[in-house]
């Protein structure tokens, strides 16, 4: 069946009409969030905030977790939840009120063996499936192959893009829950219900899985790369998912989505489409959850000239996300003292002046935490914390965002190619030992620097094809406050 052509949709959402909890939901102390002895100061989040329970809230949160049962609780725990302070712990749930929407593009193959795991998949076999055909050569055989397994087919007549091809086939569901599943991914057992249970929380407008790389035969340096620092994964940890946090979007490569929350994707958007949905949402007020717990693999590319191709093309979104959401996408966020302090410890003799920088906001974090177990204490690592991580993103923008910038500088300074070369392999070596890659550090750095490589051009050349300096523009932090609850 042909399908028109969708057209973008609006901008601007429509809220959610409920954020409160339901009672029976549960939530749980974040593992990354520190609690003071009395249980009343609690450090954590993204971006990492300082939170004062009354005395309530602590006794609420005492054994690390409490279920909602009430106005009072709910209350608590939608505020831990959007901080990032607690997780939730739904009851699990049943698959039902679940459409399945496959773009896909000549991956015949691909889209067979996604929908023989669908439909052999007892919590996924008697699911609605719509496979939006985005211009394939021969529509026919994926026709058929559709058709074998029970599938709705769309067609465009010509590729319109992905955005497009999920909008067509939204448009054609009638349930209250829709999972976006591009073709080349394998679903894991359970991974459905496990992302289903936040729909729970009424406020949640989009979760996602994880997507872990497909095992593959024949592994080179890209394969064993792409194992653990592929763009799609986003790790380990769950959490909102927010503009300027840890977890600032959730690929489009399997989502689900709440149907009266989505009005579609950016049909004009043929990469970044994901990122601006979440952006969309949460400017909306609804919540996006990422559920690592739940897992699909993905049939990573390993080709040299197709996985820089690749990257390239990923940076060319940077500049349209700018201009969509400006602020929001900054190749560096960071306060201004750790800023200061990080640019001074690239020059021996002004150095200490960071030193003194560190001292201040250690003072200034000691003053604002008197609750704290050791406030002088907790208040130098605090400090020291964000000088390195400030430190880490500096070298990372110079790698990545402004390497064109960086190259020139090199070329003529030798103290700045010096402090480049020996950022860019201290920094790789970091990243390698944190993301545990069984690839040596050798190769490791240097396929990190060439990821860094193509996505800064694609990011530069967007911004000259879109005329603007959008992307390349940093953002300052503001101080974070301490909160009550």
Not at 308 to 325: E, I, N, S, V
Not at 431 to 446: G, I, T, W
Request: proline share 7%.
């Amino acid at each position: 069946m042909n399908a028109a052509r969708p057209e973008a949709p609006a901008h601007v959402m429509r809220a959610p009409e409920e954020t409160r909890l339901p009672d029976g939901f549960a939530v749980r102390l974040a593992s990354d969030v520190h609690r003071s002895r009395n249980g009343g100061l609690l450090l954590g989040g993204s971006p990492m905030r300082l939170v004062r329970l009354n005395g309530r809230a602590a006794k609420l949160l005492a054994s690390g977790g409490f279920t909602v049962s009430g106005p009072t609780s709910a209350a608590v725990a939608r505020r831990l939840l959007d901080a990032g302070i607690v997780d939730p712990r739904p009851p699990e749930v049943q698959v039902a009120e679940t459409t399945v929407v496959i773009p896909v593009r000549d991956r015949t193959d691909m889209l067979e063996r996604l929908l023989t795991i669908l439909r052999c998949d007892a919590q996924t076999a008697d699911l609605p499936i719509v496979v939006v055909d985005d211009g394939s050569r021969d529509p026919e055989r994926l026709a058929a192959t559709a058709c074998q397994w029970g599938a709705w087919v769309l067609r465009h007549e010509r590729s319109l893009g992905p955005a497009a091809a999920r909008n067509t086939g939204l448009r054609r569901c009638g349930t209250r829950f829709v999972a976006f599943i591009d073709s080349d991914v394998v679903p894991w057992p359970g991974w459905l219900p496990t992302v289903l249970a936040q729909f729970l929380d009424p406020a949640v407008g989009l979760a996602a899985p994880r997507v872990v790389s497909l095992d593959q035969a024949g592994r080179n340096w890209l394969e064993t790369f792409e194992r653990t620092c592929s763009p799609l994964d986003m790790g380990t940890r769950e959490g909102p998912v927010a503009p300027l946090t840890r977890l600032a979007y959730v690929p489009a490569t399997t989502v689900v989505a709440r149907r009266d929350a989505v009005l579609g994707f950016a049909a004009d958007m043929r990469v970044g489409e994901d990122v601006d949905l979440c952006m969309r949402l949460h400017e909306a007020g609804w919540r996006v959850r990422y559920v690592p717990a739940a897992r699909v693999a993905h049939e990573h590319r390993t080709d040299l000239r197709r996985w820089m191709a690749q990257r390239a093309f990923y940076g060319t979104g940077a500049a349209p996300l700018a201009l969509r959401h400006p602020g929001q996408v900054p190749p560096l966020h960071a306060a201004a003292w750790s800023l200061a302090a990080a640019v001074l410890l690239t020059n021996r003799r002004l150095a200490p002046l960071a030193g003194v920088l560190v001292a201040v906001a250690a003072a200034r974090l000691a003053r604002r935490m008197p609750d704290a177990d050791a406030p002088v204490r907790a208040a130098t690592l605090l400090a020291l914390g964000g000088l390195y991580g400030t430190a880490r993103q500096l070298v990372c923008a110079a790698t990545r965002h402004y390497w064109p910038i960086s190259a020139a500088a090199a070329l003529t300074s030798r103290r700045a190619r010096k402090v480049l070369v020996a950022a860019a392999v201290v920094d790789g070596l970091l990243d390698h030992r944190n993301s545990r890659s069984s690839l040596h550090p050798v190769p490791y750095v240097l396929v990190r620097r060439l990821d860094d490589l193509c996505y800064g051009a694609g990011l530069w050349w967007g911004a000259v094809r879109n005329r603007t300096i959008a992307p390349l523009l940093p953002r300052l932090a503001r101080s974070s406050r301490s909160r009550d609850q």
